[in-house]
């Protein structure tokens, strides 16, 4: 084929043909055939110039670089050959497109045209060696028989070599490879990496027992009908098992494993782990093998709908419900649990435990340790109780990510309505020390103890009371008020009122960053001079020419606002208003630089640089 002048398309077709670009900007295409051909081809384009040429790979449906660098191999005289099989009823048969003077370490994507095509796309194999592309899309990929190679590319593929010696490539997005081992499927390879995404090995639905280790690349057993061999030992995160007796182990990654049905043994290693339980049907009795540094673990009963009852800190057998009986290694290895929707009793250990009950009417107990209560109080969750003692640690109610405001109080033990969704009881008022609110309008009050008291987003209303408390108002206008004790009152973003009361208080200004007109202006109702302090953090006011720690001497007093942009310093307080400004650039003349984000409330109050810290 002779393209010669102008831009030109060449599709050789059937045979071994020799491809003539000529000048312009050619295209040569990458063949698909079917099975109404039974040859091997090789087509040669003699003239690729880079820059002008290009190939085709829409009609294969090949849409990922790192697929074509895959499927390229070199000649003997260093001609880059690209490689792909299509199905033919008696044999494995190859198109060949050799591009003559090009190696493959000279072909980059901008030398193809991909397909462009965003299409969920269920492909199947014949009885023979298929090569499958996925493309950009959610893609499902069924080799059926034959010795298959199945790419994924990019998109959450689902790839199921089926019988045959395969080779499964994830690609990019978050893969799951499935092997239905009921009967001979033969040795498949899984190619993946790091950077693959979040990928799972599927055997649910085999009933004989598997045996599978995500952290070995030599040739493993998986049962009698399927072997397997991994590219690497830290790119798979997650395995299912099926209803037999499974035994499988984790690697260095973030693993969560699911052993299904049968007594099955599951070892996570080292990473933050998971292990998922759907007991809504029998299970079987399972063994979890972790230790001390194998990570941050989790229990996870979500989607459970009958009662659970686990405790963390026994290894003793135990029943977690009629489905399920479960064997912990050690009694100080798991931190978290998550319960179903049942009515859930959830027991920590000595760690630092996260419990969330879930739906239901659910009994949290951390024990020692510091543990954090955990509620998404977005939908119904009934009423939970909280059973904690006064040496079981420093312990946080967090409600972040819920929406609906809450009202929480940390010094009641009768039934509060935190919202709509979720009624809660604590064991005792004195017990409990942080509480962290959502994104609504919420109600956070302290107790007796230290509280830290985080608003989060919403015009929040934050109360320490006693103890000597941290209250963080972040974004909104919120309303902070310490109580007794001495207290840190930090309003975040927004236009907030802080009220230290007694005690010896610190008044925080820090924003996101440098300072912009989002941290607002706080209102101080009541500052004591010589016995509250205001920081400021440096970050957020780097104009100020004192460093961390040291006294805050670009620091100046006006009579009037007027005056403010009339001196050099960078902090400036006016007596007239009682307001505190950033004088940003420190110009005589630049009023457009100055910005307030404070205002005392105390009447002929003045400040002097000793009343000021300067943080980080």
């Keep these: 084929l002779f393209g010669e002048q102008g831009d030109d398309k060449l599709s050789g077709g059937y045979g071994n043909d020799t491809l003539y670009g000529g000048t312009g900007n050619d295209l040569f295409v990458l063949e698909n055939f079917n099975s109404s051909v039974g040859a091997k081809n090789l087509d040669i384009v003699t003239d690729f110039q880079k820059g002008a040429d290009k190939i085709d790979l829409r009609t294969l449906g090949i849409s990922d670089f790192n697929t074509i660098s895959l499927l390229t191999s070199e000649d003997t005289d260093n001609n880059a050959i690209i490689s792909t099989r299509y199905n033919f009823y008696n044999g494995d048969y190859y198109y060949r497109l050799q591009i003559n003077g090009i190696r493959k370490s000279q072909l980059q994507a901008s030398d193809f045209i991909f397909n462009s095509a965003v299409i969920n796309d269920t492909i199947s194999g014949t009885a023979n060696n298929d090569d499958l592309f996925g493309g950009l899309g959610n893609d499902s990929l069924l080799g059926n028989s034959g010795n298959d190679r199945l790419f994924g590319e990019q998109g959450n593929d689902r790839l199921e070599g089926g019988e045959g010696n395969d080779t499964l490539y994830g690609g990019t997005g978050n893969d799951t490879y499935s092997f239905l081992a009921n009967s001979a499927l033969g040795t498949d390879t899984i190619i993946e990496s790091t950077t693959g995404g979040t990928d799972t090995i599927n055997l649910s639905g085999t009933t004989s027992a598997v045996n599978l280790n995500l952290g070995v690349t030599t040739l493993q057993t998986i049962n009698s009908n399927l072997k397997l061999i991994l590219s690497a030992n830290n790119v798979i995160e997650n395995a299912t098992g099926g209803t037999g007796n499974d035994s499988l182990t984790g690697n260095t990654l973030n693993n969560t494993l699911i052993g299904g049905g049968g007594n099955d043994r599951l070892q996570g290693l080292a990473g933050n782990d998971t292990y998922s339980f759907l007991a809504n049907s029998a299970l079987g009795t399972d063994t979890i093998i972790e230790t001390t540094t194998g990570g941050t673990d989790t229990i996870n009963l979500s989607g459970t709908t009958s009662a659970v009852n686990l405790n963390l800190g026994v290894t003793t057998l135990q029943t977690i419900n009629s489905n399920l009986k479960l064997i912990l290694s050690a009694n100080n290895v798991i931190e978290n649990a998550t319960g179903g929707t049942g009515n859930d009793s959830l027991t920590g250990n000595t760690l630092n435990n996260t419990l969330i009950g879930g739906g239901g009417n659910d009994t949290l107990s951390g024990g020692t340790g510091n543990d954090t209560y955990s509620f998404l109080a977005n939908s119904a969750l009934g009423t939970d109780t909280i059973i904690e003692s006064t040496t079981g640690g420093t312990d946080t109610i967090n409600f972040s990510g819920t929406t609906v405001a809450v009202n929480l109080n940390l010094g009641s033990n009768t039934s509060q309505t935190v919202n709509s969704n979720l009624k809660l009881i604590l064991s005792a008022n004195n017990v409990i020390e942080n509480a962290t609110g959502g994104t609504g309008n919420d109600s956070l009050t302290g107790n007796t103890l230290n509280n830290t008291l985080i608003g989060g987003d919403g015009n929040d209303q934050l109360q320490g009371l006693e103890g000597n408390d941290n209250l963080q108002g972040g974004n909104g206008n919120d309303t902070l008020t310490g109580g007794t004790g001495d207290d840190l009152l930090w309003g975040g973003l927004g236009n907030d009122v802080l009220t230290g009361n007694?005690?010896?208080?610190?008044?925080?200004?820090?924003?996101?960053?440098?300072?912009?007109?989002?941290?607002?202006?706080?209102?101080?109702?009541?500052?004591?001079?010589?016995?509250?302090?205001?920081?400021?953090?440096?970050?957020?006011?780097?104009?100020?020419?004192?460093?961390?720690?040291?006294?805050?001497?670009?620091?100046?007093?006006?009579?009037?606002?007027?005056?403010?942009?009339?001196?050099?310093?960078?902090?400036?307080?006016?007596?007239?208003?009682?307001?505190?400004?950033?004088?940003?650039?420190?110009?005589?003349?630049?009023?457009?630089?100055?910005?307030?984000?404070?205002?005392?409330?105390?009447?002929?109050?003045?400040?002097?640089?000793?009343?000021?810290?300067?943080?980080?």
């Design 502 to 616: 007694a005690g010896k208080d610190k008044y925080q200004f820090q924003g996101n960053g440098v300072f912009s007109t989002s941290l607002g202006v706080d209102l101080i109702t009541q500052f004591e001079v010589g016995q509250d302090k205001i920081l400021l953090s440096k970050t957020t006011f780097n104009a100020v020419s004192n460093n961390v720690g040291q006294p805050l001497t670009d620091f100046a007093v006006v009579s009037e606002d007027r005056f403010v942009n009339a001196n050099n310093a960078h902090i400036v307080f006016s007596r007239s208003t009682g307001s505190l400004f950033y004088n940003q650039d420190g110009n005589l003349l630049d009023a457009g630089k100055v910005f307030k984000f404070a205002s005392l409330g105390n009447p002929n109050i003045t400040l002097s640089s000793s009343d000021f810290s300067l943080i980080a």
